[in-house]
């Protein structure tokens, strides 16, 4: 269960027994869906680079997808979708914080 006051959320590619999910690429693909959900909307071009609503990246080895609570807040539906992948795909989920580098 994800909590009402989480602020971004990780999607990684390990299933709850373990597994690397597979494609390798599912963390592309799934952040690819989503580009057209971005602050200020779709614009022209956009779909040339991810939201920063949803990201994929890759830690301690393990593909992941951060999606953020902003994304919930501007179109729910678009939540929902990862967060349904990553529960119908098996897919472990941690509320967390990308914390950013320092300058």
Not at 18 to 35: I, N
Not at 50 to 67: D, E, I
Not at 78 to 90: G, L, M, P, T
Request: one cysteine or more; charged letters at 20%.
């Amino acid at each position: 269960m994800i909590s009402n006051s989480a602020k971004e959320i990780f999607i990684q590619g390990i299933t709850r027994d373990g597994k690397t999910f597979r494609p390798s690429d599912w963390a592309e693909r799934l952040a690819g869906v989503m580009s057209s959900f971005r602050p200020g909307g779709a614009q022209p071009g956009s779909h040339l680079s991810y939201s920063p609503w949803c990201v994929p990246t890759t830690l301690n080895g393990v593909r992941c997808v951060v999606v953020h609570r902003d994304l919930r807040d501007a179109e729910p539906m678009a939540w929902d979708f990862c967060v349904n992948f990553a529960k119908d795909n098996d897919l472990q989920v941690v509320e967390a914080c990308l914390v950013p580098a320092p300058p």
